[in-house]
């Protein structure tokens, strides 16, 4: 199953400042997704991030905002830009391949928090 | 469409059984059931493809009514270590999952 190393696993920033997360798969992957988690709620898909074209963002979600980039299959990054408080959440990305067929596999996640 | 999950919250003693629903007002073409510990990312449990099959984990299983668009998880004789919060995601072909909202779910002892 396809293993993936998310960094930072948290971090604190201040309001208007950018944060950008890295997501690392050590296989190579057709698409990989980015989620938000906010504290105790469900995983929402920001994006999906094929290499070579523009991510796909979900409604409620814009480029400006969280620009994706996917230089290779086997990489991606999600910035968080301009943020303000309502931003702290957990950010994760996945990719499809695990365990069983079809399965999706999560990075540890990010734990943002915006001050 | 996001899926509903029922119910959101359910507190076990070590032993007892439980059963999670999820429902959708889609068609669905697979659900899938992930487990997700506080802090940890989500992990996958298993994923329904055919309706009416049901397909083991350990103790956990779970079934798929394509009819009625709907899928339970079944957890018997829980244990401890099943604490945490699960979550139906619901797909369509190629698409990104969906996810609901969660179930809750508390073992003590």
């Known amino acids: 199953s396809a293993v993936i190393s998310q960094k930072p696993s948290r971090d604190i920033c201040q309001r208007g400042t950018s944060l950008t997360i890295q997501c690392q798969v050590d296989s190579q992957v057709t698409m990989m997704f980015w989620y938000r988690q906010q504290p105790g709620q469900s995983l929402t898909l920001i994006a999906t991030?094929?290499?070579?074209?523009?991510?796909?963002?979900e409604s409620g979600f814009v480029i400006d905002k969280f620009p994706i980039s996917r230089p290779n299959l086997t990489f991606s990054t999600l910035t968080v830009s301009n943020m303000s408080p309502e931003d702290s959440s957990i950010y994760l990305c996945s990719v499809e391949g695990g365990v069983g067929p079809r399965s999706y596999t999560f990075g540890s996640g990010t734990r943002l928090t915006v001050v | 469409q996001q899926p509903v999950q029922s119910p959101q919250a359910v507190i076990l003693r070590e032993g007892e059984d439980a059963v999670i629903n999820c429902s959708s007002s889609?068609?669905?073409?697979?659900v899938h059931w992930y487990r997700q510990k506080h802090g940890e990312a989500p992990v996958f449990l298993m994923i329904?493809?055919?309706?009416?099959e049901q397909k083991g984990h350990e103790k956990i299983s779970a079934s798929f009514n394509e009819k009625k668009q709907q899928s339970s998880l079944y957890l018997t004789a829980s244990q401890l270590s099943y604490s945490g919060t699960y979550f139906c995601g619901t797909g369509s072909g190629n698409t990104p999952l969906v996810f609901g909202k969660g179930t809750r779910l508390s073992v003590i002892a």
């Open positions: 991030a094929n290499q070579g074209s523009e991510a796909t963002y």
């Open positions: 329904l493809l055919k309706g009416g």
């Open positions: 889609k068609a669905l073409y697979s």
